[in-house]
């Protein structure tokens, strides 16, 4: 991975990066899963039903044209859920033997999410309770239709039977309340109604 650019007031600038997306509506998606030898073969499965682990990476294209990586990243001190304003070969190597490009706008979990507006877009900051760090989870975006977490995390397993672990070097997405508190996605305040936290779709 090609190091970020740093940022100064870290917390500050994610903030507001992730405010830029409200509003965009999405035109195309692209997962950045790792692959294994010369030919670009897949180190392993991405899709897992109501999660995905693309493990590198996610870019969000907009209709405006803008671009956005989301990354793991350690800019916070520990690996946490990052998104740039750039795309994703800023980041990567994108190559077999690195990671590679599979576009999944035509997904079912995505396809639907296709030309829709994001209203809404927050952070899921996980604070440790005997320190002052603070790290970026996931990134939460809400549509109309449905809400995505993408979140730094991987996962043991698959199926009913898979466990899973946040603050690692690995990107999962996740499209459902249900799974997202099952990966232990903290909980975000609900811009619409104050501080109280919510895991609601926005419907």
């Given at each position: 991975?090609?190091?970020?650019?740093?940022?100064?007031?870290?917390?500050?600038?994610?903030?507001?990066?992730?405010?830029?997306?409200?509003?965009?509506?999405?035109?195309?998606?692209?997962?950045?899963?790792?692959?294994?030898?010369?030919?670009?073969?897949?180190?392993?499965?991405?899709?897992?039903?109501?999660?995905?682990?693309?493990?590198?990476?996610?870019?969000?294209?907009?209709?405006?044209?803008?671009?956005?990586?989301?990354?793991?990243?350690?800019?916070?001190?520990?690996?946490?859920?990052?998104?740039?304003p750039?795309?994703?070969?800023g980041?990567?190597?994108?190559?077999?033997?690195?990671?590679?490009?599979?576009?999944?706008?035509?997904?079912?979990?995505?396809?639907?999410?296709?030309?829709?507006?994001?209203?809404?877009a927050?952070?899921?900051?996980?604070?440790?309770?005997?320190?002052?760090?603070?790290?970026?989870?996931?990134?939460?975006?809400?549509?109309?239709?449905?809400?995505?977490?993408?979140?730094?995390?991987?996962?043991?397993?698959?199926?009913?039977?898979?466990?899973?672990?946040?603050?690692?070097?690995?990107?999962?997405?996740?499209?459902?309340?249900?799974?997202?508190?099952?990966?232990?996605?903290?909980?975000?305040?609900?811009?619409?109604?104050?501080?109280?936290?919510?895991?609601?779709?926005?419907?």
């Amino acid at each position: 991975m090609v190091p970020p650019p740093f940022m100064s007031g870290s917390a500050e600038s994610l903030e507001a990066i992730v405010a830029e997306l409200r509003g965009r509506r999405l035109a195309d998606v692209t997962y950045y899963p790792l692959t294994i030898g010369d030919d670009g073969e897949l180190a392993g499965e991405w899709d897992f039903g109501d999660w995905h682990e693309p493990t590198m990476g996610i870019e969000l294209i907009f209709r405006s044209g803008h671009r956005y990586s989301a990354i793991w990243n350690n800019t916070f001190g520990e690996y946490g859920l990052e998104i740039f304003p750039k795309p994703m070969s800023g980041f990567l190597l994108i190559a077999p033997g690195g990671s590679v490009a599979v576009p999944v706008s035509d997904h079912p979990d995505w396809a639907g999410l296709i030309g829709k507006k994001v209203i809404a877009a927050d952070i899921s900051w996980n604070h440790d309770p005997g320190t002052a760090v603070r790290v970026p989870s996931a990134i939460r975006l809400g549509f109309r239709e449905a809400t995505v977490w993408i979140a730094a995390g991987r996962s043991a397993g698959s199926g009913p039977a898979a466990t899973f672990r946040l603050g690692t070097d690995d990107v999962m997405v996740v499209f459902s309340p249900e799974m997202s508190l099952r990966a232990g996605i903290p909980e975000v305040a609900d811009r619409t109604s104050g501080d109280r936290p919510v895991r609601s779709n926005w419907r």
